[in-house]
């Protein structure tokens, strides 16, 4: 081949080499932000508790620890951070349960964390070993008591 039909053939091609090496690359970014939202979270297993909520290992006798909605949880030993998950928020789903049709499709809530999951002594179905120990009304909102599962398999995010 000779050195002075290269410029000739390059002239032929529709793009630059930059242009024909970064064509494949939007199709490819595409793909990869739908994988990215298949799962956005980490997955565990949730159990619920019943009051007394008082005294927690986050604020002890507050009752202002609370949010008003209600939707709030104990922190497994998993996300416990030594204390550090105090006051952290978690969006929350429902994703499979051991009693079919338990998890209420599509719900999201955000609990607030106020206690720690292994001094929940008062409270036996809160399973040593769960993620989160979700209050009443935050277990209800996620999760069919009807089904009555004792535990859920979720997906949770800070």
């Known amino acids: 081949m000779n050195p002075r039909d ?22 490819l970014l595409f793909i990869l932000s739908m994988m990215s939202q298949i799962s956005q979270g980490d997955v565990g297993t949730a159990a619920q508790y019943s009051p007394p909520y008082l ?24 996300i416990w951070d030594n204390g550090a998950a105090c006051g952290r928020q978690y969006l929350v789903r429902c994703i499979s349960a051991a009693v079919a049709d338990s998890c209420i499709a599509d719900q999201v ?7 720690y999951a292994l001094a929940l002594i008062k409270s036996p179905p809160s399973a040593g070993g769960t993620t989160l120990v979700l209050s009443e009304t935050a277990f209800a909102a996620i999760a069919n008591n009807s089904a009555a599962p004792t535990s859920i398999n979720l997906e949770f995010q800070q």
């Not at 005294?55 to 998993?78: E, K, R, V």
């Not at 809530?109 to 206690?115: A, S, T």
Request: charged content about 15%; some cysteine; aromatic content about 6%.
């Open 55 to 78: 005294p927690t290992a986050c604020y002890n006798d507050s009752a202002s620890q609370f949010p008003s909605n209600n939707l709030f949880a104990a922190a497994g030993d998993g």
């Open 6 to 27: 290269i410029p000739k053939k390059m002239s032929r091609l529709s793009c630059s080499l930059v242009q024909c090496l970064l064509r494949p690359l939007p199709p």
């Open 109 to 115: 809530i955000q609990v607030k964390i106020v206690d």
